[in-house]
């Protein structure tokens, strides 16, 4: 069975950084990354990796976000920068096994204030 265990999180302000990190232990990713949600609307993909080494970033993080991979501690972190509070939600780290399994984080709270 896969665990997650994210850290990272907290509250900025406008124009800072925060560093979100996803360690998995159980099983190989095939897939894994960072998605956010806020109240009343659905998980949104903030950036992914995947096996074949690429990567997908949605719009708004293009640019200020930045997703890296280590293989040999099956982790994945999310360097944010230029942040601002529309970035604000719960960020929740997920894995894909190479069966196609999904597992989801708990989730961390990202606060950026203007």
């Known amino acids: 069975q896969v665990q997650l265990v994210e850290s990272g999180g907290g509250s900025v302000q406008s124009g800072g950084s925060l560093t979100l990190s996803c360690a998995a232990s159980g099983s190989i990713a095939s897939v894994m990354g960072w998605y956010r949600q806020v109240p009343e609307k659905g998980r949104e993909l903030v950036a992914v990796?995947?096996?074949?080494?690429?990567?997908d970033y949605a719009e708004s993080a293009k640019g200020r976000f930045t997703l890296s991979r280590d293989g040999a501690k099956n982790t994945v972190k999310l360097e944010m920068t230029s942040l601002k509070p529309e970035d604000t939600a719960v960020y929740y780290c997920k894995f894909t096994n190479w069966g196609g399994k999904h597992t989801w984080g708990r989730g961390t709270q990202v606060t950026v204030s203007s």
């Open positions: 990796w995947r096996s074949d080494g690429s990567f």
